[in-house]
């Protein structure tokens, strides 16, 4: 393991329900793939960051960092497909999603008009994320060498981006990086606690539709059909006293 990279004690409570994503084939290819996605996506970001800086040096350390990027997407996405050739393409899991978020975080990033000192707190807090989640699928996936391989490599990555974006925060912001990191920390805690938020309300919304569905609809349906039966079938004749003309105006 890593010295530097820490898992989260939330990480360490999780770990039953990491295992049970982890030891499922299907869960455990879509996660790859997922990965796959996210890692890609954080690459172009800052790939995006390195032409947007106006700092020479973290230029090439952004340009460096979008490769890395890019080729653990690629790792991921190779490895993802592979495990999936080995078996019938059909996912048979009655659950396949995950209930946990990724490792890496990345998909929240957003260059557009964030100066070098925000961004790379940002970094900060999502590597070092990553570097712990990644260590804890590292080990449960014993039983796949080259998976466990591909997460070993991939984790050496994220301990170098995890360190050179604190010392480089620390650089171009010497006097406030800490806080930076801080602020960077809450924004992502915000972020998830809104997914999470979302998530819920989306349940509780369904549960409640639900529940009016078979509840307050079968009254209302049954009086529709009383109503019904009332009605005469067929033509209904007009009175002859009626006189009103139909193709008068009024
Ligand atoms: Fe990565
Ligand atoms: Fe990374």
Known sequence: MSPLARVAPLDRILLPVHRWVWNDFDRRVRKLLAFAEVE????????????????????????????????????????????????STRLRTLFNGTPLPGGHGLDDLSIQDEPDHRLLAFLHVAEKAAAGRFTIYRDLVDDDPQTRAIFEEILRDEVFHMNYTYTQLAR???????????????????????????????????????????????????????????????????????????????
């Open 172 to 250: 171009v912001m010497p006097r406030s990086y800490r806080w930076q990191v801080w602020r960077a920390r809450a924004s992502r805690l915000w972020k998830r606690y809104l997914r999470v938020a979302a998530g819920i309300a989306s349940v509780v919304g369904n549960a409640v539709l639900t529940i009016m569905y078979f509840i307050l609809l079968p009254p209302f349906a049954w009086m529709a059909r009383r109503a019904e039966r009332r009605e005469p079938v067929g033509w209904t004749p007009i009175s002859r006293t009626r006189d009103d003309s139909p193709t008068g105006q009024y």
């Open 40 to 87: 890609s996506d954080g690459g172009r970001d800052i790939l995006r960051a390195a032409e947007v800086t106006p700092d020479a040096l973290l230029r090439r350390l952004y340009l460096e960092h979008a490769i890395d990027e890019l080729h653990h997407g690629d790792l991921f996405r190779q490895r993802g497909a592979a495990l999936l050739r080995t078996r």
